[in-house]
Structures are given as structure tokens and as C-alpha cells.
T-cell receptor, first 116, second 114 residues
Framework: GAVVSQHPSWVICKSGTSVKIECRSL??????MFWYRQFPKQSLMLMAT?????????EQGVEKDKFLINHASLTLSTLTVTSAHPEDSSFYIC????????????FGDGTRLSIL | AQSVTQPDIHITVSEGASLELRCNYS??????LFWYVQSPGQGLQLLLK??????LVQGIKGFEAEFKRSQSSFNLRKPSVHWSDAAEYFC????????????FGTGTKLQVIP
């Protein structure tokens, strides 16, 4: 149980385009979803936390207008990288939780984004 | 703010040998502590956690970790490593409560040789 599906797993696109990444909880209701960014050989950096039906809470230094997060249902959150540039190339990972401090985060398999 | 240090970037062990991955945290009180494993190109899987109680915690895949308050450490151990354990291991800490707002260490990449 507690499966999180992230799609696509790999995307390559031209500079200036927008890219949407989906994160779905397949067998549970995800009240809270998290989006992370991971640079090569580095750790995961939390970008934002989203609660279903509310605006996402972004970490310091993360551009809200650049990384649009939508969490409109209990099973789906999306991250849209707007007007992507090569410096946005990274590995993006989502996680989902049933909410609350006692509920674990279940991670997706990540999306590798390459901007040419 | 809390921080997590994993001093070893890369560790190589022989299959069947014992393993210890180090983790130190910086926080005044006792935080919530985690170990996660990440296989190449994939997300993270929770190995084990410490919230309170017994300082020696057992996890999945034969891993265990010991919380030592005096040393601010939460080292991960396994008595006999299998080739399938090759992966990247992340120690993580949360002070805001439970699984939320987790800060990850920089990771230790484990290589297992035959």
C-alpha cells in the first residue's frame, strides 16, 4: 500500500517552455504533498508543502511564480515549471502524506527534467 | 535551525561484511530522526525512524539504528551487507513534529563489492 506515482519519469524540453509534473497517490488520500529538488550528488531540498485545497507554502528562496504547485484533489498534485531554463534542470521528487505529524511521507520515483 | 551531517560521502564494503553509516544532527532538543534509502533514479524509501522510547530501533531489510543523545548521533548499521543494499542512504531530522518538514543530510553512497 501507500503507492505514489510520479509522471513523467524523464522529460527533455526546450528553454522557454513550461513543464508539468504530476504526483498521484494511488491507494490513499494525500492531504499533504511535498515537492523536493535534488541536484546531482546532493541531498533533497524541500521546495514547497501543499495541503489539499489550499495554496502551497514555499520554502525561502523558491520562486512561487516559477514553480507553480496545484493540489486540487486528495490524490493529485502538480508542479509546473514555467518558462524553464537550463538552470532548472534537476531531479524533482514528490511525496505524499495522509497529513499530520504522525503520518509518513511516501515518495514518488522522481522526474528528471532536462532543459536544452 | 536543525542540520544533519553525514561525514562519509562514499563507502565501499564487501558483501557479507558489516556496515555502519554515520549521522550527526545539530539541535538542542531530541529531534525526530529517520534513515531513508534511494536507489538510482528513484524516490526514497523509509528504512526506520526514531521518535522516542528505545534508543535502538529496528527497520526494514535488516537495518537498525541507535540514537545516542550524548553524541548527537543516529548511526545506521547492518550486520551483513547484501549486493542489493548498494544505494544512497540519507539521514534526516524533523523538529516540527513527526514526518513533516524533514531536513535531509547530504547522503552516503554505498558500494558493495563481491
Amino acid at each position: 500500500g501507500a503507492v505514489v506515482s510520479q509522471h513523467p519519469s524523464w522529460v527533455i524540453c526546450k528553454s522557454g517552455t513550461s513543464v508539468k509534473i504530476e504526483c498521484r497517490s494511488l491507494d490513499f488520500q494525500a492531504t499533504t504533498m511535498f515537492w523536493y529538488r535534488q541536484f546531482p550528488k546532493q541531498s533533497l531540498m524541500l521546495m514547497a508543502t501543499s495541503n489539499e485545497g489550499s495554496k502551497a507554502t514555499y520554502e525561502q528562496g523558491v520562486e512561487k511564480d516559477k514553480f507553480l504547485i496545484n493540489h486540487a484533489s486528495l490524490t493529485l498534485s502538480t508542479l509546473t515549471v514555467t518558462s524553464a531554463h537550463p538552470e532548472d534542470s534537476s531531479f524533482y521528487i514528490c511525496s505524499a502524506s495522509m497529513g499530520g505529524a504522525g503520518q509518513p511521507q511516501h515518495f514518488g520515483d522522481g522526474t528528471r527534467l532536462s532543459i536544452l | 535551525a536543525q542540520s544533519v551531517t553525514q561525514p562519509d560521502i562514499h563507502i565501499t564494503v564487501s558483501e557479507g561484511a558489516s556496515l555502519e553509516l554515520r549521522c550527526n544532527y545539530s539541535y538542542g532538543a531530541t529531534p525526530y530522526l529517520f534513515w531513508y534509502v534511494q536507489s538510482p533514479g528513484q524516490g526514497l524509501q523509509l528504512l526506520l525512524k526514531y521518535f522516542s522510547g528505545d534508543t535502538l530501533v529496528q527497520g526494514i531489510k535488516g537495518f537498525e539504528a541507535e540514537f545516542k543523545r550524548s553524541q548527537s548521533s543516529f548511526n545506521l548499521r547492518k550486520p551483513s551487507v547484501h549486493w542489493s543494499d548498494a544505494a544512497e542512504y540519507f539521514c534526516a531530522v524533523s523538529i516540527s513534529g513527526g514526518y513533516q518538514k524533514v531536513t535531509f543530510g547530504t547522503g552516503t553512497k554505498l558500494q558493495v563489492i563481491p
